[in-house]
């Protein structure tokens, strides 16, 4: 029996290592400028569009992936005899996950051979990118479904997620930062360093004073953490601000040797809640 591994939308792995693994892809959906779109890694709205309107003052909404959806999605795999996979954003950003339990439970009721796992990866980005990527080596190189899974289950609370936001605003509209809080910030250029911790929950860590510093925080981060990282494949995740994501390469490569590291910009559905020029970094450790 084949096995296929399904990702997410909320992955935010790069356009052309989607294409090229031919990963099936459950889109997550937002409203943006009135209008509704399923976020296809930037090709029906470029990621330039959508984070200059939100610069300009658009405020894009998010809503989850609903349970049929994922019916017709595993239907589809299940009838044509394959065991799927489904690498889920963390559930406590997002209900999705436990729409594809719920999905993955009618399904065994009208297929009871049907063979469907749902894993909570509790994580955000390409966090869960890298968890996808690390899914996908180990099925091209003959692993076998138990197998991944087991190793994802084991895995998934060391990948590091540590990421830092230029505007505080935004986590202000989404509940994680006071007004008081985001208004001081803003006026002493006080940056926050986040990371998602084991429940797959946004939590704040650090302050720092000013854009770089936030910067060279990830970076000192990764060097105290990260564990065989010549092994490793690592990821930068950003909210349309390149050159701060390729600043961030430049000290993490001046500080470790990795096997390889992605960039990818952070897709609408995240970024409507962290905002233009956020960037984060992950990586594996000992543990979160």
């Not at 294409?19 to 779109?37: A, C, L, M, R, T």
């Not at 209900?95 to 009618?106: F, P």
């Not at 349309?240 to 910009?265: H, M, P, Q």
Request: charged letters at 25%; hydrophobic letters at 40%; aromatic letters at 8%.
């Amino acid at each position: 029996m084949k096995t296929v591994i399904i990702a997410d939308s909320c992955s935010d792995l790069p356009l052309n290592y989607v294409e090229e693994q031919n990963i099936p892809i459950v889109h997550f959906p937002f409203n943006f400028k009135g209008k509704e779109y399923h976020d296809d890694f930037g090709k029906t709205l470029s990621y330039k569009e959508f984070y200059d309107a939100v610069r300009a003052g658009e405020m894009p909404t998010t809503s989850q992936v609903n349970v049929q959806t994922f019916i017709d999605i595993f239907k589809g795999f299940v009838k044509e005899g394959h065991s799927v996979i489904y690498m889920a954003f963390s559930s406590a950003l997002s209900g999705t996950y436990s729409n594809a339990v719920l999905a993955r439970n009618i399904l065994i009721e009208e297929y009871p051979d049907a063979d469907i796992t749902v894993i909570d990866t509790k994580s955000a980005s390409l966090g869960e990118g890298l968890l996808v990527y690390y899914a996908i080596d180990m099925l091209k190189k003959g692993a076998q479904k138990q197998e991944i899974i087991d190793w994802v289950e084991n895995n998934k609370l060391r990948l590091n997620h540590w990421f830092t936001v230029e505007d505080l605003g935004h986590l202000k509209r989404g509940g994680r930062l006071s007004g008081a809080a985001a208004f001081i910030g803003t006026v002493l250029s006080i940056k926050p360093v986040l990371h998602i911790d084991d429940e797959g929950r946004l939590i704040p860590v650090l302050k720092t004073r000013g854009r770089k510093n936030s910067l060279n925080t990830l970076a000192d981060m990764l060097e105290e953490r990260i564990v065989e990282p010549e092994k490793q494949v690592i990821a930068i995740s950003h909210g349309d601000c390149l050159d701060d994501a390729l600043y961030l390469k430049e000290l993490v490569l001046g500080k470790v040797k990795v096997k390889d590291l992605i960039i990818n910009n952070i897709g609408p559905v995240i970024g409507s809640h962290s905002g233009p020029g956020t960037v984060a970094l992950f990586f594996l450790g000992e543990h979160r």
